[in-house]
């Protein structure tokens, strides 16, 4: 069984709970949180601990619909998600024609147009799609 220290926050399922505590139970552990008063070593505890985790899955899955339909929106109304290109069409092609000609070494087209080395490629891969 895997428990994931703090700061590596997994989603997790309401079944992935139960999993995870009755596993723990089989092994004597018992939970306790101490600002909510809630423990699973009775079965009113279990039941708010079940609640809980059903209600956190829920509102999950409410802000993930939610956020899909505004993407969805957002895209209709002719809005592109991501970052802005670093550079216009036409410069992103003369970046790609400075590199295809060889006469320039990478280091310093990216200097000359003011972009990273990862930009210059995802550029180049953009043109050779």
Same mark, same amino acid.
């Given at each position: 069984?895997?428990?994931?220290?703090?700061?590596?926050?997994?989603?997790?399922?309401?079944?992935? /709970?139960?999993?995870?505590?009755?596993?723990?139970?089989?092994?004597?552990?018992?939970?306790?949180?101490?600002?909510?008063?809630?423990?699973?070593?009775?079965?009113?505890?279990?039941?708010?601990? +079940?609640?809980?985790?059903?209600?956190? =899955?829920?509102?999950?899955?409410?802000?993930?619909?939610?956020?899909?339909?505004?993407?969805?929106?957002? @895209?209709?109304?002719? +809005?592109?998600?991501? @970052?802005?290109?670093? /550079?216009?069409?036409?410069?992103?092609?003369?970046?790609?024609?400075?590199?295809?000609?060889?006469?320039?070494?990478?280091? =310093?087209?990216?200097?000359?147009?003011?972009?990273?080395?990862?930009?210059?490629?995802?550029?180049?891969?953009?043109?050779?799609?």
């Amino acid at each position: 069984m895997e428990i994931r220290p703090p700061g590596k926050v997994a989603q997790r399922s309401n079944r992935d /709970l139960i999993e995870i505590i009755s596993q723990l139970d089989d092994r004597g552990i018992e939970l306790s949180s101490l600002s909510e008063s809630i423990t699973t070593t009775n079965n009113s505890g279990r039941l708010i601990f +079940h609640l809980f985790g059903a209600l956190a =899955e829920f509102e999950r899955n409410l802000i993930r619909e939610r956020t899909t339909a505004g993407l969805v929106a957002a @895209r209709a109304r002719g +809005h592109k998600g991501g @970052r802005p290109k670093a /550079l216009d069409s036409a410069k992103r092609q003369l970046a790609v024609k400075l590199y295809t000609e060889k006469q320039y070494t990478i280091v =310093e087209i990216c200097r000359l147009m003011g972009i990273s080395k990862p930009t210059l490629y995802s550029y180049i891969a953009e043109i050779n799609r």
